[in-house]
């Protein structure tokens, strides 16, 4: 799967993942291959990555994340 993270100012990430958990409206979620398609709002809180390479969090301040064929697309107001 591959995951873009996004700022009105810049890309914050871009690269292949395994699984990516995002602070859901109604909860924090996880999101796995072949995952269907969503279209969900953020609260503010940590988007875990996990990768072949390891683990890697950013901390986002809300949003939304689209979800469609292994592509993962999260618009975020900020990252702290």
């Known amino acids: ?11 914050v990430f871009e690269g292949e993942v395994t699984a990516v958990t995002v602070p859901g409206t109604m909860g924090s979620f996880q999101i796995l291959r072949d995952h269907a398609p969503i279209i969900s709002t953020l ?4 988007v875990i990555i996990k990768s ?4 890697e969090t950013f901390v986002i301040k809300g949003g939304v994340v689209e979800v469609l064929k292994n592509k993962i697309i999260v618009l975020a107001e900020g990252v702290a």
């Open 52 to 55: 072949k390479t390891g683990e």
């Open 43 to 46: 609260e503010d809180g940590p």
């Open 1 to 11: 799967m591959t995951l873009e993270i996004l700022t009105p100012d810049k890309k």
